[in-house]
Nanobody
Framework: VQLQASGGGLVQAGGSLRLSCAAS????????MGWHRQAPGKQRELVAT???????NYGDTVKGRFTISRDNAKNTVYMQMNSLKLEDTAVYYC??????????????WGQGTQVTVSS
């Protein structure tokens, strides 16, 4: 199972970006999907997660600004990021767990996509 993230880039403070992360593999049944981020010199932190039935959880720093969603038919998770702040600058990583055929995969990570917010 592989995760491919996309959608990062350079944006001005107050702007928006939409990240996507597509999972590939055979006969996928994904459970939780989510996003974490890591800024230079800081630990990786939770941004948001979404369960297979749509239950969401957000980190305190992004509540009210970011929205996570998923398309189960496409095995893809999205994150709409609005009102971006300088401190949102980080590499964003998607992750997931779930089944591919009869094999269970825990804590799969994508390659990361850079989000840079400028003043």
């Amino acid at each position: 199972v592989q995760l491919q993230a996309s959608g990062g880039g350079l944006v001005q403070a107050g702007g928006s970006l939409r990240l996507s992360c597509a999972a590939s593999g055979s006969t996928l049944r994904l459970n939780d999907m989510g996003w974490h981020r890591q800024a230079p010199g800081k630990q990786r932190e939770l941004v948001a997660t979404i369960g297979s039935f749509g239950r969401t959880n957000y980190g305190d720093t992004v509540k009210g600004r970011f929205t996570i969603s998923r398309d189960n038919a496409k095995n893809t998770v999205y994150m709409q990021m609005n009102s971006l702040k300088l401190e949102d600058t980080a590499v964003y990583y998607c992750n997931a767990d779930g089944w591919s055929g009869s094999s269970y995969y825990s804590n799969i990570w994508g390659q990361g996509t850079q989000v840079t917010v400028s003043s």
